[in-house]
């Protein structure tokens, strides 16, 4: 069976076709965008589907922009004529088209149930209770009665501030012709009953009419996809990563192989300490301008390895600017640009360079042996979805200069150590070249007879991690700054401030207020579910002399945001001229080397402080809190509704059987500072056929939490509304944002993009850059000053109130600007 499912640009189009997939028998689901042809290219192919459905989408049905060809569906020509199911702006679409009338909903209703109101009839024969979700802000009236739609379903909206009770067509079918309708999401994980129940009578009732009317559908051609436009549901892998060949290297004749060893932690030394002490050993401080470093640190629940990635200047330093034809790599002292070929990005270049360079002979135990380490920004994740970059010069050519602020920049990390937290263990190890004479020879320590340099640095970072783990041992007296280290005046003893005040300049109130009710505006007109605003305070502090100190800012600022909040996902990222600090609550997308993918989006916040004085919100309150507030569970629910989209985008691909599975709905984490609420959504990707989770990352940025849903409409419209969030007199934000606001040019930069590592042997784990501060080099150059940037914000939805969502946005602020204050 060839079912086609037109997409309309939404975030849940590809539950749908789980749906349909797996409830029709032997169902093949062929997935394309309501403008990829022409209904001239379309109608000819119908011949060859069994079925089709219309999905939902942002936007009326009215707009074109907004349905592309979907109406000329409904005037297909009896000979062309097929079953079809339109779901929300699908069914919105069918029902104006013979005569219904498109009204807005006076209460909005995203992401919450309703209960089903239906005499189990048609496609509800043989339900019973049904509790369905939706997604819209527009429905459609249909005269009574009418010759042309039939009413089948309903659900009563109960206006409790005006006490009006109002019922809305929840689903419908044309009198005649094989057309079906439903308003609500049957394809939500949280759609109770209306689901597959309704899918299989659609289905049946599809057969039924092809029988009756002597349908017969014709082979697809193998080619079909060619007679119209790129399909982008088509997913081409990315990762070309040989499935079961044996390592290779770029060196064939002298294979490579993880050189590791593990010992026992036998004290519990933190993550930054290690780092420290095994950076002075190779005579370099963390931190310091210039000294790039890099680390990964989990220092709270769920989290349980933190990595250690070691740069020498050999490694390899992978840049790239969103909009440049290359991709630049920094060694030594050399600079090599590798030109994209054509029709491939970034993350197929990058797929490339791991795909020759995999390694199958690590440590099981250890999640890291090797491999990229760094970050993305934002924009990198706007610019995958098709999305223009309006802050971008429009330039006829990439730039020839490398720019100082790269949307992607990763270090291919040789040398490593990884702490497990849970079974106490540090794994060191190297995937360099283990050649007796090395490019950058260790003359203190000179291999062993039993190995190369490779094999030395690990037995020696070994005995040095024992000897300083070793609870009998006494370290040396760290020793201390020779100047002052900056102060905050803000909460400092004044007596101890030796330092002028921060310079702290978050975004101003009124316009954040504005900007919540200018989001609400375009969720009421149906252009979006939901949507995650957010903005940018600046943190301007002294810069500290690094020749004369002993520690840089940015290292002490880590140390002390790990201390303040303990995040599972922290991190220090030091590449090129860029510093991120970092403390997320947030994995974005995890992977094991055999291709289970996880991701473990986070909406709904709850401030743990009732204010001074009273007792803060306990775990079990906030539970009763989140599961009472229909608001947190709708911004959860729709987040997860869209991530299960994007993970079936490489999981379920056409022909797999595959499923994505949400394994964890609604749970509660407690912070530093708040509650979160959080969901855990499954898949595993066909690693026999070389697929990796770098795939599913490739085609799921930027993370739905950081955009809302349907996640591209979402992305556009905040060009507009984070717009307005520049500092007064301003010059600069993470790019020279644009005065003219209609045209956008505000970025979020670092903040809201993704850091983790891919590992050679072929997982990896991402997490979303939130609750974290980062910095440019030039720009402190330039100002004398150091310049941080700290992005907070909060998912706005139909339900939410302005102020509190500013109060929000501060304490998220908060949780990162302290660790300034208490520098
Ligand atoms: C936008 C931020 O956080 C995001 C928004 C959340 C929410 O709306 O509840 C929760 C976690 C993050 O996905 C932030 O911390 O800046
Ligand atoms: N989920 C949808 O398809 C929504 C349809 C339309 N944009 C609305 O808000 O009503």
Not at 339 to 364: C, Q, V
Request: glycine share 8%.
């Amino acid at each position: 069976m060839n079912i086609l499912v037109i997409d309309s640009f939404d975030s849940f189009t590809l539950n749908l076709a789980s749906l349909l997939r797996r409830t029709i028998p032997d169902a093949i689901v062929h997935v394309i965008h309501n403008n990829d042809f022409t209904s001239h290219q379309l109608i000819p192919l119908l011949q060859h589907f069994d079925a089709v459905a219309v999905g939902p989408g942002p936007g009326s049905p009215n707009d074109p922009g907004a349905v592309g060809i979907i109406p000329d569906i409904w005037d297909l020509p009896d000979p062309y004529l097929l079953p079809v199911l339109g779901v929300c702006l699908g069914h919105q679409s069918l029902c104006i088209r013979f005569g219904g009338r498109l009204e807005n909903l006076s209460i909005v209703k995203h992401g919450q149930c309703s209960a089903l109101e239906h005499d189990g009839q048609d496609i509800f024969s043989g339900l019973g209770i049904a509790k369905v979700v939706r997604y819209h802000s527009l429905h459609v009236v249909i005269p009574s009665p009418h010759d042309a739609i039939v009413p089948l379903a309903w659900a009563t909206d109960v206006d409790v501030e005006r006490g009006a009770k109002q019922r809305i067509l929840m689903a419908a079918r044309h009198r005649t012709k094989p057309f079906w309708g439903v308003q609500y999401h049957p394809e939500s994980i949280c759609t109770i009953g209306g689901g597959e129940d309704i899918i299989r009578n659609f289905w049946t009732l599809a057969q039924q009419w092809s029988a009756e009317n002597g349908r017969v559908t014709l082979p697809l051609p193998e080619n079909w996809r060619q007679q119209i436009n790129y399909d982008d549901f088509a997913l081409t892998r990315l990762a070309c990563r040989p499935p079961s060949s044996p390592s290779h290297t770029t060196h064939p004749k002298q294979p490579l192989r993880v050189i590791a060893q593990a010992v026992t932690l036998h004290s519990d030394v933190s993550t930054p300490l290690l780092g420290e002490a095994l950076l002075a050993l190779e005579h370099e401080r963390p931190g310091l301008d210039g000294h790039e470093f890099l680390l990964l640190d989990s220092n709270a629940e769920p989290g349980r390895f933190s990595i250690i990635g070691f740069i020498s200047p050999t490694t390899a330093r992978i840049t790239y600017t969103v909009g440049d034809t290359v991709v630049r790599i920094r060694s030594s002292s050399t600079l090599i640009e590798s030109p994209l070929a054509k029709d491939e990005d970034i993350w197929t270049w990058l797929a490339h360079y791991m795909g020759n360079r995999s390694f199958l002979d690590g440590n099981d135990a250890s999640p890291f042996w090797g491999g990229l380490i760094g970050y993305s920004t934002y924009e990198c994740g706007v610019a995958t979805l098709g999305v223009d970059l309006p802050s971008r010069p429009k330039q006829s050519k990439p730039s020839p200069i490398p720019s100082t602020h790269p949307d992607l920049s990763f270090a291919f990390v040789e040398r490593s150590v990884v702490v497990d937290r849970v079974d106490s263990l540090v794994h060191i190890q190297s995937i360099g070249n283990d050649t007796m004479t090395d490019h950058c020879p260790d003359h203190a320590n000179p291999p062993s007879v039993e190995g190369g340099v490779e094999t030395a640095w690990v037995k020696r970072i070994s005995s040095f991690i024992q000897l300083i783990t070793d609870p009998s041992f006494t370290p040396a007296p760290t020793p201390q700054p020779t100047t002052p280290v900056p102060a905050s005046t803000q909460n400092a003893d004044s007596s101890q401030t030796l330092w002028p005040p921060l310079e702290v300049e978050p975004p101003n109130k009124t316009q954040y207020i504005s900007s919540v009710k200018r989001t609400q505006e375009y969720l009421a007109q149906g252009e979006s579910y939901e949507i995650c605003l957010t903005a940018l305070t600046r943190v301007t502090l002294p810069r500290l002399d690094s020749t004369t100190s002993c520690e840089s800012t940015s290292w002490r600022l880590f140390k002390t945001l790990r201390a303040l909040n303990p995040a599972p996902y922290g991190c220090f990222i030091r590449l090129g001229g860029t510093t991120l600090v970092g403390s997320s609550p947030e994995r974005f997308l995890s992977w094991t080397r055999d291709g289970l993918c996880q991701l473990r989006p986070i909406k709904g916040t709850i401030k743990k402080s009732r204010g001074a004085g009273k007792p803060e919100v306990t775990l079990a309150e906030a539970e009763d809190m989140f599961l009472g507030s229909p608001k947190e569970i709708a911004e959860n629910l729709m987040i997860v509704d869209l991530i299960r989209h994007d993970l079936s985008r490489v999981v379920c691909r056409n022909g797999s059987r595959e499923e994505v599975r949400v394994t964890q709905l609604f749970s509660v984490e407690e912070y530093e500072a708040v509650y979160q609420l959080v969901s855990v959504i499954e898949g595993r990707v066909d690693v026999g056929r070389g697929y990796t989770g770098w795939d599913v990352l490739a085609r799921s940025l930027p993370p739905g939490s950081m955009t809302g849903a349907p996640k591209k409409r979402s992305v556009e419209l905040l060009q507009i509304l984070e717009n307005s969030f520049v500092w007064p007199q301003d010059t600069f934000s993470p790019r020279t944002p644009c005065c003219d606001e209609t045209e956008g040019g505000h970025e979020r930069g670092v903040y809201s993009g993704v850091c983790g590592y891919w590992c050679v042997g072929g997982g990896g784990d991402f997490s979303v850059i939130i609750r974290s501060a980062f910095k440019y080099d030039d720009e402190c150059e330039e100002s004398g000053s150091e310049r941080w940037y700290v992005g907070a914000g909060g998912a706005i939805t139909a339900l939410s109130d302005a102020e509190d969502e500013w109060e929000e946005m501060k304490i998220k602020l908060s949780s990162t600007l302290r660790a300034f204050e208490h520098l």
